[in-house]
């Protein structure tokens, strides 16, 4: 069954509005017809079965016929700080991470950061949007503006839990670091772009309560390493042990 987002005020009663983009990928795409059945998914912990009574190219209304509790989000919120990279290869972060739960995904500019004005944003959020519908989720995270470094490290309030990780530092993986973190309900996670980050990097954010981790003896193309620490993480504190 086709899944779909939107705001929970577009539900009214037992009516579902559809407009935009989502309207048209379902008219023009998947051909979608009167009588067909859709998941609508609203954010709201709920999943509301709905068939279609009438379609047009900038509207398309749905009757609900059901509606179950719903949720495919796990326990341990998950933002991942991402260097910015070239090409397709942040458009594989941010679409991973999506499908592997993470609910927050900033793209930070730092040192090594190739594309300093990257004007991307609606395209990844279009590609988180995707990648949830597909995988299931109730809910897509939230994907922030292009944000450097320093600012997004000042933005940390204090006490919080992060990792970053560091190529350089090998002596204690990433599974070591979290037996540290048993029952934390949020982390942050810093990647590097390629060429990983600068030392002075590394130093900032530890300054800031980040801990250094290793993803192993080899070195990760940088959209592998969330793919890597998001299934770890999982496993070790959420939903996928």
Same mark, same amino acid.
């Given at each position: 069954?086709?899944?779909?987002?939107?705001?929970?005020?577009?539900?009214?009663?037992?009516?579902?509005?559809?407009?935009?983009?989502?309207?048209?990928?379902?008219? &023009?795409?998947?051909?979608? /017809?009167?009588?067909?059945?859709?998941?609508?998914?609203?954010?709201?912990?709920?999943?509301?079965?709905?068939?279609?009574?009438?379609?047009? /190219?900038?509207?398309?209304?749905?009757?609900?016929?059901? =509606?179950?509790?719903?949720?495919?989000?796990?326990?341990?919120?998950?933002?991942?700080?991402?260097?910015?990279?070239?090409?397709?290869?942040?458009?594989?972060?941010?679409?991973?991470?999506?499908?592997?739960?993470?609910?927050?995904?900033?793209?930070?500019?730092?040192?090594?950061?190739?594309? /300093?004005?990257?004007?991307?944003?609606?395209?990844?959020?279009?590609?988180?949007?995707?990648?949830?519908?597909?995988?299931?989720?109730?809910?897509?995270?939230?994907?922030?503006?292009?944000? =450097? &470094?320093?600012?997004?490290?000042?933005?940390?309030?204090?006490?919080?839990?992060?990792?970053?990780?560091?190529?350089? =530092?090998?002596?204690?993986?990433?599974?070591?670091? &979290?037996?540290?973190?048993?029952?934390?309900?949020?982390?942050?996670?810093?990647?590097?772009?390629?060429?990983?980050?600068?030392?002075?990097?590394?130093?900032?954010?530890?300054?800031?309560?980040?801990?250094?981790?290793?993803?192993?003896?080899?070195? &990760?193309?940088?959209?592998?390493?969330?793919?890597?620490?998001?299934?770890?993480?999982?496993?070790?504190?959420?939903?996928?042990?």
């Amino acid at each position: 069954m086709r899944r779909i987002f939107l705001p929970p005020e577009d539900i009214t009663s037992d009516i579902v509005t559809i407009t935009g983009d989502q309207a048209r990928h379902l008219t &023009l795409v998947l051909r979608v /017809k009167p009588s067909d059945m859709i998941s609508v998914m609203a954010g709201n912990g709920y999943e509301y079965k709905c068939r279609i009574v009438s379609v047009h /190219k900038k509207e398309i209304r749905a009757e609900v016929i059901g =509606k179950a509790a719903y949720s495919a989000e796990s326990p341990i919120s998950i933002t991942i700080a991402q260097g910015i990279s070239k090409g397709e290869r942040m458009d594989i972060a941010i679409q991973k991470s999506t499908e592997l739960g993470a609910v927050r995904v900033v793209p930070v500019i730092t040192e090594r950061t190739q594309i /300093k004005q990257a004007n991307k944003t609606e395209r990844w959020r279009r590609i988180a949007l995707s990648a949830a519908q597909q995988s299931g989720r109730d809910k897509t995270p939230d994907i922030v503006e292009p944000t =450097k &470094l320093e600012e997004f490290l000042d933005s940390i309030a204090p006490g919080s839990d992060g990792i970053i990780f560091f190529e350089e =530092k090998r002596e204690r993986n990433l599974k070591e670091v &979290l037996a540290g973190f048993k029952k934390i309900k949020e982390i942050t996670i810093l990647i590097g772009p390629e060429g990983g980050f600068t030392k002075e990097e590394v130093a900032a954010a530890t300054e800031k309560g980040f801990v250094v981790a290793s993803l192993g003896p080899r070195i &990760l193309r940088t959209e592998t390493a969330p793919i890597t620490a998001l299934s770890i993480i999982q496993y070790e504190l959420g939903d996928m042990g």
